[in-house]
């Protein structure tokens, strides 16, 4: 009867829902990676972007997670994005791009095409110093975490083991999430590793190369220039032309338009060709 009993147990466990619904979650979403974060494009932080790396195979069932940003305290959760729906490709390495509403296409070459667009943005008082997690949908489980701003992040960085040993992300990346030019925050590891801590898992270089679950890949070309708005105040117009003349008699290396290593008349010429074109 012991045996019998005994069986009958290990039988209702593993028939246990609940125990059947984690291992079956743990085959669908949870081992992933938060690859890449951009906090804005040239100074502009309604471009943002989150991309996210599977650690292993079977992950693309991603309608079961969201993505929540916090700030320096770890207090005042947005959502960035509840996914409602999964990606097609579920190799290991496969990406999920997601961008926010300001993300312009044209900041990219080619063109960028998301696989989710993030009904909100991060909070630009969180670019200092704050957090992004990945979570399953109720939000009982942080899979991935990831903090900023070095000792400006006062909050948790604590998660699950899945994709860290012992559950603990900090200490944070020490600067600032990449907002001012052309650069990610990015993950340095092989899509299947796990992580150490986020000060060293992480490095802000650029231009940022950004890639959906087609696997096609997007430079950040940031935005178009127009050379002849000289003052970059949107207009092509006299403003432009006294700038120019204001910054080639002082001899401002702006005032290289021809970009030679010299200031001279030529500059000149060069100028006015562009803002008689316009732009």
């Known amino acids: ?71 320096a305290a770890g207090q005042n959760p947005v959502v960035l994005l509840d996914i409602t729906s999964n990606v097609a490709n579920g190799s290991g390495g496969d990406r999920v791009l997601i961008v926010s509403p300001g993300f312009d296409s044209s900041l990219t070459d080619p063109p960028l095409t998301p696989d989710f667009v993030m009904t909100s943005a991060i909070p630009e008082s969180y670019l200092a110093a704050g957090r992004i997690t990945f979570e399953n949908n109720t939000g009982s489980q942080v899979l991935w975490s990831l903090a900023w701003g070095g000792d400006g992040y006062t909050g948790p960085n604590s998660g699950t083991f ?66 002849a708005d000289f003052n970059g105040d949107g207009n092509v117009n006299t403003q432009d032309v006294l700038a120019f003349l204001n910054a080639w008699t002082a001899g401002d290396s702006s005032a290289d338009f021809n970009g030679d290593g010299n200031i001279n008349t030529q500059d000149v010429l060069a100028f006015l060709n562009a803002w008689t074109a316009g732009c």
């Open 162 to 227: 899945d994709n860290d040993n012992d559950g603990n992300f900090s200490p944070p990346y020490p600067g600032t999430l990449p907002s001012a030019g052309l650069d990610s925050l990015r993950f340095e590891g092989p899509f299947n590793a796990k992580s150490t801590n986020n000060a060293d898992d992480y490095t802000a270089d650029g231009p940022a190369v950004l890639t959906n679950n087609a696997r096609q890949s997007f430079t950040l070309v940031g935005p178009d220039e127009c050379e």
């Open 1 to 71: 009867m012991r045996r019998l009993t005994r069986t009958a147990g290990i039988a209702v466990l593993l028939g246990s829902p609940v125990l059947l619904a984690g291992a079956g979650n743990r085959m669908t979403f949870h081992f992933m990676q938060i690859e890449q974060v951009i906090g804005g494009v040239a100074g502009d932080p309604a471009a943002q972007a989150v991309q996210l790396r599977m650690r292993a195979a079977g992950q693309n069932f991603v309608s079961q997670s969201r993505i929540v940003a916090y700030d």
